[in-house]
């Protein structure tokens, strides 16, 4: 009998545990979930899980739960991940997390391969679903001979048409915490028809492109993160374009930049006296001192907002020249613009969030000597606030990793992200049979 | 017989080592200086000095010099002053430093008190001089009953008018280094008027204000790190406005925001293939990509550079855009502007630098309850690239604080910065006799 131990049951844990209680009958496996908040386990199993409160800092609980399990995947945020790790290279036990594979994960890599167990990091989405779909398309085109000159993709976690009904076209369908903070792990990095290029973090959101995708219209897309990292991932030497961006409905990043620009997602330092302080108040500290000037009127010169801008709908819809108190004390700015977007970002009932994920990959045709454009996008919906399309889009490959590895499907050792076809091929083969498909289309470059 | 070691041979040392050779004649004082590089040392110390190769990493070199020393003068980069510190900790030894007065030593406080030995930070100029100058200024108002309203202080390392050749008025008179990292410690934070105010990186040089010091032209100012920590150090609660600023000719920030900007200043990440890279292709990596623009025309249009800016004018003398090779291996974006910039902005033969501090200190007058500006301004000019203006103003007050607690005229024990009177009067005092001297002027506010 197999045993699967889940840590952390937050927002994208409750598809990957339906999942794997689907197939713990089948197989007979025994399911543990764990998180901190043991209500929020109980809410999201069936009887036929354990459900128990865990603290990845009990050093003891998690010696033991790990030992007892077969698999562990990890659903913490990813800064504990290295302390689960640990855990499962004491007990030899193979760990899965949706998160990017850090570098103290990747120094393990030659202890992990020798112990003979698995490691299996980005099999979320953006990175994991993202990761598997390109290398799809990469592989194939390599394997018919055709030289790579272009590959850009794009994700985005976004609101569905039916429920985008606010001047921004976004809300929170995933970390809140992780949205304000987006961007700031250093400059986006990537290279372009051969040159290599660096947007510092004041910069990205007005360095956008626009994207249009069939029957969902347009978007925009920014740089993100360090694309170069996946030039080795992705075996993509000497290819002159790589690049990996986030979507946003297009309008999004100029009126975002805004609170880029004032300083207002900076998460390093505690701001003075802000229990008692206003939203306005807030932004107003971001703000040159004028005597006579109104908070509003400083902020639209100072960013050379026009009284016609769009970026001025947006900004006044979110309410941040209100008198409302923010009531948090030693807060950044980061942790009060969070506040400030989830009272008006939050998810209603009826609510349905949307995934998307496009690809742009140019080759050039071995027979032809011409280049020719590869889309390939995927967009999923949500089913409803908590069964959301992000919820699916990171809990179904888990899923299905973990029990490939649990049935021996997937046989690897080592520490992997899902850029190999023994994984990437049977996972994405079921993701379609759960409504993840991606759409391909190829024509010529003029 | 005292003796004396300095640790650190670098251009601010010159000076401080020359008064204290001075001194060590008339009091028997036996002096050691040392330095990585021991020529650096041998160049600035005459014979009755012992000069020595100084590594301060090797622990047991450090420790035998501390404990053969009866104060010692660490004129390291700031980052090594902990580990002299701990040295001195040990040994009960007193410490003097020019530079911020770190965490790490705030927090050795109760343990320097008890042994009864003083470790002195901030003792040189910005931060140094002008803590002095102002706290003289402040004190003096507070004993004659004013109430307080207005507290800002300017300093800028600059170039003395007769050498001021170039389109920046600005040479190289300090640390190169913490030039292109100056406004890089966290957003700048100062209060005015009552309302905590917070300026990012990026917005810095585009927030400054325009000084005129007599005789001397115009200047323009940017906020200085974080003033609300000198609120507590020089006893401002409830001060309603408390500003630190950094001095440099008009123009020079709206131009260098173009390297803020561009993300050029950043000091976080290696960049790829820099050794065959030209100074073009460094300012291309951080301009979007075009197959028709050059460069010039590509970093004009990004910035918004219209073509009778003057800030045209400053890049284009700096050669950002020559096909010169950077032929640095592994460095930061800011390693490479300091390596442009060190070519151009130089220290002649013939140049002297200049240093500038100005205060501002409205005060509202006990008997007339009528506001009053106080302006206190002092301008010092170096002999030569090595006698410098910083060089005095960074080596007499360590100097004559060294000198004054070997002699027991200072007799305090404790971490401190030099905002006491105990300090500041008689180093005040006997810079004067040095030509450090402030011009005070008191007028009516309208």
């Known amino acids: ?22 197939y713990s009958k089948t197989y007979g496996w025994k399911m543990t979930a764990g998180d901190l908040d ?54 030899s036990r193979s760990m899965l997390t949706p998160s990017y594979e850090s570098h103290e994960v990747s120094e393990m890599k030659t202890r992990v391969k020798s112990q003979g167990i698995l490691f299996l990091n980005e099999m979320g989405v953006d990175p994991g679903i993202d990761h598997m779909s390109a290398m ?3 592989d194939r085109i390599r394997e018919q001979g055709h030289e790579l000159l272009s590959f850009e993709t794009f994700t985005g976690g976004l609101i569905a048409p039916g429920s985008d009904n606010n001047p921004w076209h976004y809300k929170i369908t995933w970390n809140p915490r992780n949205i304000v903070l987006s961007g700031q792990e250093g400059p986006a990095r990537f290279v372009q028809e051969g040159t290599f290029k660096y947007i510092p973090y004041h910069r990205l959101f007005r360095r956008t492109e626009v994207i249009d995708i069939e029957g969902y219209g347009k978007f925009e897309g920014y740089a993100n993160r360090d694309s170069l990292k996946y030039i080795e991932k992705y075996n993509l030497q000497g290819v ?6 986030t979507l946003r409905r297009p309008g999004f ?9 004032l300083g207002a997602t900076d998460d390093s330092y505690i701001m003075h006296h802000t229990e008692n302080m206003t939203y306005k108040e807030f932004i107003n500290s971001f703000l040159y001192y004028s005597r006579e000037d109104p908070v509003r009127t400083k902020l639209y010169q100072y960013m050379h907002i026009d009284q016609d801008s769009d970026v001025r709908e947006k900004l006044e819809w979110l309410g941040i020249f209100d008198n409302t108190k923010i009531g948090l004390k030693d807060v950044t700015p980061a942790q009060i613009l969070e506040h400030i977007l989830c009272r008006k970002w939050a998810l209603q009932p009826d609510d349905k969030d949307m995934l998307v994920i496009w690809h742009r990959i140019i080759h050039r045709d071995k027979s032809k000597n011409t280049p020719a454009m590869h889309t390939s996008s995927m967009v999923v919906t949500g089913d409803d606030p908590v069964n959301t399309a992000m919820s699916k889009a990171v809990g179904l490959p888990l899923g299905i990793a973990a029990k490939m590895v649990l049935t021996g499907q997937i046989k690897l050792s ?3 992200i899902p850029t190999v076809k023994e994984i990437y091929e049977p996972v994405l083969r079921e993701l379609v049979t759960h409504g993840i498909e991606f759409k391909e289309k190829i024509v010529p470059v003029v």
Chains 1, 2 share one sequence.
């Open 240 to 245: 002159p374009t790589v690049y990996r961006g």
């Open 1 to 22: 009998m197999k045993r699967i131990l889940i840590i952390g049951a937050g927002r994208s844990s409750s598809i990957l545990i339906k999942y794997l209680e689907e």
């Open 253 to 261: 990043c100029r009126a975002w930049d805004v609170f880029v620009q």
């Open 136 to 138: 799809q398309v990469i």
């Open 414 to 416: 080592g520490v992997y």
């Open 38 to 91: 043991i209500n929020l386990v109980k809410e999201k199993v069936s009887a036929s899980t354990r459900a128990i409160a865990f603290d990845v800092f009990n050093e003891h609980q998690l010696n033991t739960e790990v030992q007892e399990a077969d698999i562990v995947v990890s659903m913490l945020p990813a800064r504990f991940h290295p302390l689960v790790a640990l855990s499962c290279l004491k007990y």
